[in-house]
């Protein structure tokens, strides 16, 4: 109610106007309903990882495929709508590391 969503649109907007800055830009709405599943394949799909195969994977699989791709690149993770906790290192997201310089923001509610 205080403007978080339009505040993380122009983050997200500035983001990727920067392109040669970072290599992936990943905005996700997760909601009340946290379904890690679902950040997975949000994930997934905007790092190309999402084809037949990905369908029969496991949830711990697919965090580590996300984790293999990632911390290979510079990124931007977008988290909106949050209302608990997330653990992003099961979801897949590599702990920040001096050698990429990727940023994660978490507006709170």
């Known amino acids: 109610g205080v403007g978080k969503t339009t505040l993380l ?3 997200n907007n500035r983001f990727l106007q920067m392109q040669d800055d970072f290599d992936v830009v990943i ?3 997760v909601s009340k309903d946290l379904q890690l599943g679902k950040i997975q394949e949000s994930i997934g ?3 190309g990882l999402v084809d037949e195969s990905w369908k029969n994977k496991s949830f711990e699989d697919k965090a580590i495929e996300i984790l293999k791709s990632l911390r290979k690149k510079k990124f931007v993770l ?3 709508d949050i209302w608990e ?3 992003l290192t099961e979801v897949g997201v590599p702990l920040p590391s001096h050698g990429v310089a ?3 923001v978490l507006p709170t509610p």
């Open 45 to 47: 799909k905007k790092i």
């Open 9 to 11: 649109t122009q983050i």
């Open 27 to 29: 905005w996700i709405v």
């Open 85 to 87: 906790l997330v653990n």
């Open 102 to 104: 990727s940023k994660v």
């Open 78 to 80: 977008l988290l909106d």
